[in-house]
C-alpha cells in the first residue's frame, strides 16, 4: 500500500503530538525532525516504552495491530526516525 501526502502530513502531524504529549515539547523541537530522544529531550527509557506504546496504540485500528520490534526501537534516535518507521510499517499492512 503507498502512502498519499495527505496520509504522510497526517502520520507527521500524529506522531509529533504524541511526542508533544509526551515530552511536554513544541517548536522548535517538534520543526526539527532531528531532534534526538535522548539527547535533546532528556527521555529515558521507561519514556520511550511509552512513548512507543502511545504511537501502537495510536496507529492500531481494528484487527490491524501496529507494533514495534524491540530492534526497531533501538534504532529509533530522532523524531524523523519513528515518523519514517511508522510510516514504512504502514506501506507495508495490507489494504483492506
Known amino acids: 500500500m503507498s502512502i498519499t501526502q495527505e496520509q504522510h502530513q497526517d502520520i507527521e502531524k500524529r506522531v509529533k503530538d ?3 504529549g509526551q515530552f511536554r515539547v513544541t517548536t522548535p523541537y517538534l520543526g526539527d525532525p532531528n531532534t534526538r530522544f535522548v539527547e535533546d529531550l ?3 527509557l521507561d519514556d520511550m516504552i511509552k512513548l512507543f506504546t502511545k ?5 492500531s485500528k481494528g484487527d ?5 520490534s524491540d530492534q526497531e526501537e533501538q534504532e529509533i534516535r530522532t523524531i524523523s526516525d519513528l515518523i519514517n518507521l511508522v510510516i ?4 507495508q499492512q495490507p489494504t483492506e
Not at 514504512?88 to 506501506?91: A, I
Open 64 to 68: 490491524d495491530n501496529f507494533s514495534i
Open 18 to 20: 504524541i511526542v508533544a
Open 88 to 91: 514504512n510499517k504502514k506501506q
Open 42 to 44: 532528556g527521555a529515558e
Open 55 to 59: 504511537i501502537e496504540d495510536n496507529f
